[in-house]
C-alpha cells in the first residue's frame, strides 16, 4: 500500500512540477492522505499513541500493556509510536504545527502548560470524577492542571531527596531523620556536611549529580533549594516576570550557599562517574531522585538511608513531576483516547510500570499495595514529600522551557565560579523576555 | 618561501640545508599539530567507542586519555547499540534517503544546469539569477511552509518527504552551470552537426566529460544530506522512516547518558562519510582544483 503510494506521489510530484505553465489549476488536489482501506464490519475505532522511549524497562511494559489493551477489547485498537527522547518536545511541536498530532501522547510534566497554552490538548475534567482525582497523589493533579482545567495524568511522579550512607553518617556522629516531620533543619544538615566533610573515607561530604550535565536534571533538582530559601523561578501571583523573585536577595543567598558548597570543597563539580556515592563511595550523601534506588540498593545494601530534603531556611521543598498523558485537541477520538489512558491508570496497570521502572505509583491506591512506597516502604519518604505539600511543581506557565533553560544555564555557570547574581539577572532578562515576547502567555 | 639559494654561498652547502631543514621541520610541525586538531575529534570518538567502562570514558574526558585506547577495550558498546535499536534499519533509511536524493539530484541539477549552460530560451538569464538568489535562503526558513505543504499531500511519514523536496538543489545547478559554461563548445556542436539532439549532447558529450564536478556535487550533497536533522525529526514518527541522525536522540533521554553508547552510534555514522569521501576524493580534490583556476 505505501510502495503503491510512493509511486501515485511520485508521479503527482511529477506533474506539479511539470505543470509550470499557466493551465487551470487541478480543483481537486489529490486526496492521498487516506488510502481506501478495507473497513472491517464490527469496527474498532484505531487511535494513535505517542510515547518517548525512554528506559528499556518503562518500553517494554508499555508496549505489553499496548498489546494486552488491545487484545482485552474489540472497540479500540491502539497504534503505538515510539519517538526518540531526546528530540521529544520538537517532534511534538512540529506535529501539532502541521495538524498531524497523535489521539494521545506523554509528555514531561512541566511542557504542560506550554502544550495545553498552544492549544494542542483537550482537558479530561469530563472523564476524570472526583472520586478518580482524589485518588491521585495531590502532585499529580498540580503538575496536570492549567487554568483551571485537569490536561494530564501521569501514571507516576518523581521523589527527590537525600540518600546516605548510614555507615559513615553514624561514624561522624549525624543523626539520621526518618521522616519528613523530623527533617534536618538547615543548620542541622550544614553541620552534617561539615562532619561529614571531616571523615578520612570521604572525599566530598554530597554528590549532586553534576555529572547529568546542564539539562532538566538542574532545574528539577535545584529550583527546590531557591524555593527553600524563599526564592522562586517565577513570581508565581501572575507568572508575568522572574524579576526580584529569580534573582532576589533570597535566590541570590541560596546560590550562594550551593555555589560554596563546591566552593569549599563539600562537592565535585566534575565528578568521574555516577557511582562516586555507590560504588566508589567516596561521598557520604546523594542528592537526586527515586530513579537511583536500584543501583544505590545494590551498592549499599543495608547501609543505604534515605533521607527527606532537609528543612530550608524559609519554607520545605522539593522536586516532583514527571512524564504524563494527555488526549490531543486533534484526536478524532478523544473518548477512545479516555478508554486507553484509564486503562493506564488503573491501580494494577500502574503497579505493572512502577514496579518495572521504580517510580512512585501515582494513585494512592496503587501506593497502598506498594513494597517500595506503601507505608513503611524504604521509599515512603518520597510519598509523604508528594503528598505533604513539600514537593513543588515547577511553574505552571507556558513560559516554561524558557525558564527551565535559563535557569540551567545560570547553574552551570554558578557552580563553576561566575558570579550569582551577574547570573541570576541574566536568566531573570531571558526569562522576562520571553513572556515579553509572547505578550505574557495570555489564556485563550 | 622562496627555494632559490642565496647567491654567493655554495647551492648545497651546509648552512643552506641546515635552513631547509628547518624550515621543513617548522613546516611538518605545524602541518601535524593541524592534523591532530582536524582528528582529535575522530579519535576520540573511536577510541572512546571501544572503551567497555563507561567511568572511564567520562573520568578520561577531560584529559589527554580521551585519545588512548587502554583499560578493558571492547566492542560491547557497539553490541549495545544493536540490542538497544533497530540500527540497521536505521541506516538503511539513511542510506537509501540520501542515495535517493544525492542520485536524483545529480541527474535533476546536472540537466537544469545543461539547459542553462546551453540551451538558448527565454528567460534563462532570469531563471539563472533566480536560482543563484535562492542559495542565500536557508532552509529553515522555509521549513514550517514545507511541512505544513507536506501534510497537505499527506507525505509525512514516508522515504518520499525526505528526497523529493531536497533533489532539486541551487547550489548543485550552480557549480554545474559553472562547469559546463567551461566546457568547449565545439564539441557539441560537432555533434550537433553529426545530429545530436540535447539530450544525446548531454549524454554522450558533457556527461562523460564532467566527472570531476559530478563527484564534487555528490560528496556536497551526500555531506549536507547525511546529517540533516531538522527536517526528518519533524517529518518522520516511528521507526520505520527514521534516519540516523535522529535515531541517535535516543541516547540522549534519561539521565546518565550513556557515553560509550552514544560513541559507538556516532563511530559507525561517520564511516560511511568517510567511506565516500575517500572514495570520491580524487576526483573532488581535482574539481576544487580546476574550479579554482576558471575562476
Known amino acids: ?444 | 618561501m622562496s627555494a632559490t639559494p642565496v647567491t654567493g654561498a655554495k647551492p648545497y652547502g651546509l648552512g643552506y640545508r641546515v635552513r631547509k631543514g628547518t624550515r621543513l621541520g617548522i613546516t611538518y610541525l605545524v602541518m601535524i599539530l593541524l592534523a591532530f586538531f582536524f582528528l582529535f575529534p575522530i579519535i576520540f570518538m573511536l577510541v572512546s567507542s571501544i572503551k567497555v567502562n563507561e567511568t572511564q570514558i567520562i573520568r578520561d574526558m577531560s584529559s589527554l586519555a580521551a585519545f588512548v585506547p587502554y583499560g578493558e577495550l571492547g566492542l560491547q558498546n557497539y553490541r549495545d547499540v544493536f540490542a538497544q535499536m533497530p540500527f540497521g534499519r536505521f541506516m538503511f533509511n539513511s542510506v537509501f534517503v540520501v542515495g535517493s536524493t544525492v542520485f536524483g539530484g545529480l541527474m535533476v541539477n546536472s540537466m537544469i544546469a545543461y539547459a542553462l549552460a546551453r540551451l538558448r530560451f527565454g528567460g534563462r538569464q532570469f531563471i539563472l539569477t533566480l536560482i543563484i538568489a535562492l542559495i542565500i535562503i536557508p532552509f529553515e526558513a522555509v521549513a514550517i511552509p514545507l511541512l505544513l505543504m507536506v501534510n497537505r499531500f499527506g507525505w509525512l511519514d514516508s522515504y518520499h518527504v525526505q528526497i523529493i523536496p531536497f533533489i532539486a538543489d541551487p547550489f548543485s545547478i550552480f557549480l554545474f552551470y559553472q562547469f559546463f559554461i567551461g566546457l568547449p563548445k565545439d564539441l557539441d556542436e560537432a555533434a550537433v552537426v553529426d545530429g545530436a539532439g540535447p539530450l544525446r549532447v548531454y549524454w554522450n558529450i558533457i556527461l562523460p566529460l564532467s566527472r570531476p564536478v559530478f563527484a564534487t556535487v555528490a560528496i556536497l550533497q551526500f555531506l549536507s544530506n547525511w546529517g540533516k536533522f531538522l527536517w526528518p525529526l519533524m517529518v518522520t514518527r516511528g521507526f520505520e522512516y527514521r534516519p540516523l541522525p535522529v535515531a541517535i536522540q535516543q541516547f540522549f533521554s534519561q539521565d546518565p547518558k550513556v557515553w560509550g553508547d552514544i560513541f559507538a552510534f556516532s563511530a559507525m555514522i561517520t564511516i560511511p562519510v568517510l567511506v565516500v569521501f575517500l572514495l570520491f576524493q580524487k576526483w573532488f580534490v581535482q574539481s576544487v582544483a580546476t574550479s579554482g583556476i576558471k575562476g
Request: proline fraction near 7%; hydrophobic fraction near 40%; glycine fraction near 10%.
Open chain 1, 1 to 444: 500500500m505505501k510502495g503503491l503510494r510512493f509511486i501515485s506521489l511520485l508521479a503527482i510530484a511529477a506533474i506539479l512540477l511539470a505543470a509550470c505553465q499557466p493551465t487551470p489549476a487541478p480543483t481537486q488536489p489529490p486526496v492521498a492522505t487516506k488510502a481506501p482501506t478495507p473497513e472491517p464490519k464490527a469496527e474498532k475505532v484505531k487511535i494513535t499513541v505517542w510515547f518517548h522511549s525512554g528506559k528499556g524497562e518503562e518500553r517494554e511494559v508499555l508496549d505489553a500493556q499496548v498489546k494486552d489493551f488491545n487484545a482485552m477489547q474489540d472497540e479500540v485498537e491502539v497504534e503505538a509510536v515510539r519517538l526518540p527522547e531526546g528530540s521529544y518536545n520538537e517532534q511534538v511541536s512540529a506535529a501539532a504545527l502541521a495538524g498531524d498530532l497523535p489521539d494521545l501522547l506523554d509528555f514531561d510534566g512541566p511542557f504542560l502548560y506550554n502544550y495545553a497554552w498552544g492549544g494542542y490538548l483537550t482537558p479530561l475534567d469530563s472523564y476524570v470524577s472526583d472520586e478518580l482525582k482524589a485518588d491521585f497523589l495531590p502532585s499529580i493533579i498540580a503538575q496536570g492542571t492549567y487554568g483551571g482545567k485537569l490536561y494530564s495524568l501521569g501514571t507516576f511522579d518523581s521523589g527527590l531527596a537525600i540518600w546516605g550512607n548510614k555507615a559513615y553518617l553514624e561514624k561522624a556522629g549525624v543523626r539520621i531523620p526518618t521522616s519528613v516531620e523530623d527533617a534536618w533543619t538547615f543548620d542541622e544538615f550544614n553541620d552534617a556536611l561539615e562532619k561529614l566533610q571531616a571523615l578520612d573515607e570521604v572525599e566530598y561530604a554530597i554528590d549532586f549529580k553534576m555529572n547529568y550535565g546542564q539539562g532538566e536534571w538542574y532545574t528539577y533538582g535545584f529550583s527546590p533549594i531557591v524555593q527553600g530559601f524563599g526564592g522562586d523561578l517565577i513570581d508565581r501571583t501572575d507568572y508575568m516576570s522572574a524579576d526580584g523573585v529569580l534573582n532576589g536577595p533570597d535566590a541570590v543567598k541560596a546560590m550562594t550557599w550551593f555555589q560554596g558548597l563546591f566552593q569549599k570543597g563539600y562537592s565535585n563539580v566534575k565528578p568521574a562517574g555516577d557511582d562516586d556515592f555507590y560504588g566508589r563511595k567516596i561521598t557520604a550523601l546523594s542528592y537526586v531522585g527515586h530513579w537511583m534506588w536500584t543501583p544505590h540498593k545494590e551498592g549499599l545494601g543495608d547501609d543505604l538511608v534515605l533521607i527527606p530534603m532537609p528543612k530550608w531556611p524559609k519554607r520545605p521543598a522539593t522536586g516532583m513531576g514527571s512524564w504524563c498523558w494527555g488526549i490531543t485537541s486533534q484526536s478524532k477520538h478523544p473518548e477512545a483516547a479516555w478508554k486507553f489512558l484509564e486503562y493506564l491508570i488503573d491501580p494494577d496497570q500502574i503497579l505493572r510500570m512502577t514496579n518495572a521502572n521504580g517510580a512512585v505509583p501515582a494513585r494512592k491506591s496503587a501506593l497502598a499495595k506498594s513494597d517500595l512506597y506503601g507505608e513503611g516502604g524504604p521509599l515512603n519518604i518520597f510519598v509523604q514529600q508528594l503528598d505533604g505539600g513539600v514537593a513543588i511543581p515547577r511553574p505552571i506557565t507556558p513560559a516554561y522551557p524558557t525558564i527551565t533553560e535559563s535557569f540551567a544555564e545560570a547553574v552551570q555557570n554558578i557552580v563553576t565560579g561566575a558570579d550569582v547574581k551577574t547570573e541570576l539577572d541574566k536568566a531573570v532578562q531571558k526569562i522576562d523576555q520571553d513572556i515579553e515576547d509572547n505578550q505574557g502567555y495570555p489564556i485563550k
